[in-house]
């Protein structure tokens, strides 16, 4: 069915799920696992994005058709048309149609950052806008496919130039163009500050529809860190009541974050579904492909806490009902009483997806799982059990330096191998670096924060940076440019306000490590022979280049725990893990950077050739320093 149809079908209020294509396959097959789990919080239908500028159209499509045939719940896929070739759009509109798919959120999307509408484009794209591909959908597909478009409660922002212009009073004619154009369901941009939404819904009212559904966007929120960064992508306010729930003593405390936004996003939705008198009666979650807060953001709120007591009741029905079917199937399919009694025996340990996938005396097809919906829910919301063990496995933040198998592996803007900031700032910040003195000067400016961004991070330095500031500074001083770092500890107290992280009252370890650039000369006729010299027992390293090449002194398909932590009635939590699978994929988007950052000179101007030279010239390379017992040593045996 499609979403507007189920949309009116149902009477009390539910919630919707966004997932992305995992990066690695390790990743999409517990991704599998984790939506049939989530299953269980019987969503009114599942979203899958569409990286930027298609970057990840064939995972997308997969994950989609995957969803739609495995979950017998609705699918909605994303698709965007910025700088899009129609037959790519063709693709896999036809695709989806295959696969029985039947609803699209249609997105204009964002260029990634760093370049402009059509930069590569001589002539004007067909599709500017997503109104065009609305309408291309409906001439190409009829009413087939059900289409969904974007809404930005606190107005649409292109880029930080727009930051403080944005108002969605000059947006509503965009947003009505498209529903005009046949658009059947409207999902929001996140926000945090819910009055900034319910007066925007009020304008929707009055202006757009009172037919077309409009869903609310939320994003469950898993770090301090991931909060102010989503917020800052977005361009949602986040509200001063809301920012006072986070004193800095509490920040790097990742269970009492995700405990307050639990509470937080609970209370927007009950206050949304009050506030608008029922109007509102679907919320959609930006999942970020993990489950424990969503579960626990249902348990919490008033509003969708039935979804789990009707689960249940729901669940014993559907056993009821399949106990029924068997019988009903057996005695229209037996004659002989000895058969019957042999089939009756076969019949019992018929899978519950054959016999819920059977239409029996017109009864339609429910959604079964092994345990009762509730008991999965409460098992992932709380932890417990083997359930909660798999749903909460990968609940810290999953960045870069998260386990490479999580489904949430990735960073969260989705926009790959570009640039971390638009190109006048780029210009601005880093200028034209035309030889290695420019480039090592831009590096040390970020260690000194003068600068607040590299091509490669826009997160700046964490506290941790300042014990080890002196070393990266005369590393990079003779031209090993370093990305990524961090120095060793044995036992710091999770509060502690340099090393500290996780629950009170657990202890934290962890080993240095360096990932830098190093000239493909140095490393081969240098610091490959010094690092041997100690051994991988002590010193550990991936090394790759821009051509594919990788080499190693550990064994194959190996990975480092590099920070863990023990807590009180817990497993040991390892949060940063530098992995074979996770450096391939970072060296190639790495390597990819360093293009993107020269498309911002004109082609064989010094500043663009010099920056294609460095992508050829160097290796990108990741030291670990196991002996975490010794903190100054990988320091001093590099700069030695």
């Known amino acids: 069915m499609s979403i507007k149809e189920l949309y009116n079908e149902k009477s009390r209020p539910s919630l919707s799920l966004e997932f992305f294509p995992p990066k690695m396959e390790a990743g999409k097959r517990n991704l599998l696992e984790r939506m049939e789990r989530m299953s269980a919080l019987d969503p009114l239908f599942i979203t899958v994005t ?74 004007p794209a067909e599709f500017q806008h997503a109104v065009d591909l609305v309408k291309y959908i409906k001439s190409q597909y009829g009413s087939y496919f059900c289409i969904g478009v974007a809404a930005y409660p606190e107005g649409h922002c292109e880029g930080e130039a727009e930051a403080n212009q944005q108002n969605p009073l000059k947006d509503l004619p965009y947003l009505k163009e498209k529903v005009d154009a046949g658009a ?51 361009h949602a306010s986040i509200p001063k009541y809301i920012l006072d729930k986070f004193p800095e003593e509490i920040q790097h405390d990742d269970h009492a974050v995700k405990s307050i936004c639990v509470r937080l996003l609970a209370d927007i939705v009950d206050r949304i579904y009050n506030d608008t008198q029922g109007r509102i009666k679907c919320f959609h979650f930006y999942t970020l492909n993990l489950e424990k807060a969503v579960a626990q953001i249902v348990a919490e709120s008033s509003t969708l806490r039935y979804i789990l007591t009707q689960a249940e009741e729901e669940d014993a029905e559907n056993m009821a009902d399949q106990v029924g079917d068997i019988a009903l199937y057996d005695d229209a399919s037996e004659t002989n009483q000895t058969t019957d009694r042999k089939r009756r025996r076969h019949s019992s340990n018929v899978s519950a997806e054959v016999i819920t996938n059977r239409v029996v005396a017109g009864k339609p097809r429910r959604r079964s799982v092994g345990m009762p919906s509730r008991k999965i829910a409460i098992s992932i919301s709380q932890g ?22 999580s489904p949430a592996y990735g960073e969260i803007d989705g926009y790959g191998p570009t640039i971390k900031v638009g190109n006048k700032r780029a210009l601005e910040i880093w200028g034209s670096p035309r030889n290695n003195i420019d480039l090592k000067n831009i590096f040390i400016k970020y260690l ?36 990524a770092s961090q120095p060793a500890t044995n036992g710091s107290s999770s509060t502690d306000k340099i090393f500290g992280w996780g629950p009170a009252n657990g202890i934290v370890y962890q080993k240095a490590f360096v990932e830098m650039f190093v000239s493909k000369q140095r490393w081969d006729q240098g610091l490959k022979g010094i690092i041997d010299h100690y051994g991988s027992e002590k010193l550990s390293y991936y090394v790759g280049d821009s051509n594919g090449n990788f080499d190693t002194n550990l064994a194959p398909e190996s990975s480092n725990v590099v920070t863990w932590g023990v807590f009180c009635n817990s497993q040991v939590i390892q949060t940063t893990i530098i992995s074979e699978d996770s450096f391939k994929a970072w060296r190639d988007e790495a390597f990819n950077i360093w293009l993107e950052w020269a498309k911002l000179f004109p082609k ?37």
């Open 50 to 123: 569409w990286g930027a500028g298609g970057s990840t159209a064939e995972k997308t499509l997969e994950l989609a058709a995957l969803a739609q045939r495995n979950l017998n719940l609705p699918v909605c896929m994303h698709l965007t048309c910025t700088n899009m070739d129609r037959t790519i759009i063709d693709k896999a509109l036809h695709k989806c149609q295959q696969a029985g798919i039947r609803n699209i959120l249609a997105l204009r999307g964002d260029p990634p950052v760093g370049e402009s509408w059509n930069q590569n484009n001589t002539q």
């Open 604 to 640: 064989n101007s010094p500043s663009n050739s010099f920056l294609k030279q460095m992508h050829q010239d160097y290796y990108l390379v990741s030291i670990v320093h196991h002996d975490y017992i010794q903190p100054d040593e990988l320091w001093e045996i590099l700069l030695g």
């Open 384 to 405: 417990s059990g083997t359930l909660g063990r798999d749903a909460t496995w990968d609940d810290f933040p999953n960045g870069r330096f998260g386990d490479s198998r």
């Open 448 to 483: 000194e924060n003068s600068v607040d961004a590299l091509p490669w991070c826009d997160l700046g330095l964490s506290p941790e940076s300042a014990l080890i500031q002196e070393e990266l500074i005369q590393l990079n001083d003779r031209g090993f440019l370093t990305l």
């Open 184 to 234: 059947d369901f409207v999902i929001t941009q996140l926000f945090y500050d819910v009055d900034k939404f319910l007066a925007f819904e009020r304008l929707y009212v009055e202006h757009i529809s009172t037919e077309v559904p409009l869903i609310p966007g939320l994003m469950p929120v898993n770090s301090f860190l991931l909060f102010n960064r989503a917020a800052k992508l977005s």
